[in-house]
């Protein structure tokens, strides 16, 4: 059985900061591009950062330079550190572990979510 356990939202002020932590157990960690999106109310889930294994990693333009996205392959955990943030960073932020398989497709699974709100 995989499991994806997210931690580490809240309620901050504009300008505060956050560390979000996703931590996987059933899959072969090392294997998976591990990443976060993010879906506000009334609005489509997005693609806020990724990273492989190897250290590539992916940023949405609304949050280069002020989050950071990195991984502990010998914990399982990955991690997302939140700076600068703004009001329009609030939504529900899930995890996700992906690996492509064999049909150009990916098998895909994701964590419960886990809610930032971002208010003054």
């Known amino acids: 059985q995989v499991q994806l356990v997210e931690s580490g939202g809240g309620l901050v002020q504009p300008g505060g900061s956050l560390r979000l932590s996703c931590t996987a157990s059933?899959?072969?960690?090392?294997?998976?591009?591990m990443g976060w999106y993010r879906q506000a109310p009334g609005k489509q889930r997005e693609l806020v950062a990724d990273?492989?294994?190897?250290?590539?990693?992916n940023y949405a333009d609304s949050v280069k330079g002020r989050f950071t996205i990195s991984r502990d392959n010998s914990k399982n955990t990955m991690y997302l550190q939140m700076n600068s943030l703004k009001p329009e960073d609030t939504a529900v932020y899930y995890c996700?572990?992906?690996?492509?398989?064999?049909?150009?497709?990916?098998?895909?699974?994701w964590g419960q979510g886990t809610q930032v709100t971002v208010s003054s």
């Open positions: 996700i572990a992906r690996r492509r398989n064999a049909f150009g497709t990916s098998d895909d699974f």
């Open positions: 059933g899959i072969n960690f090392r294997f998976y591009t």
């Open positions: 990273r492989t294994s190897g250290g590539s990693t």
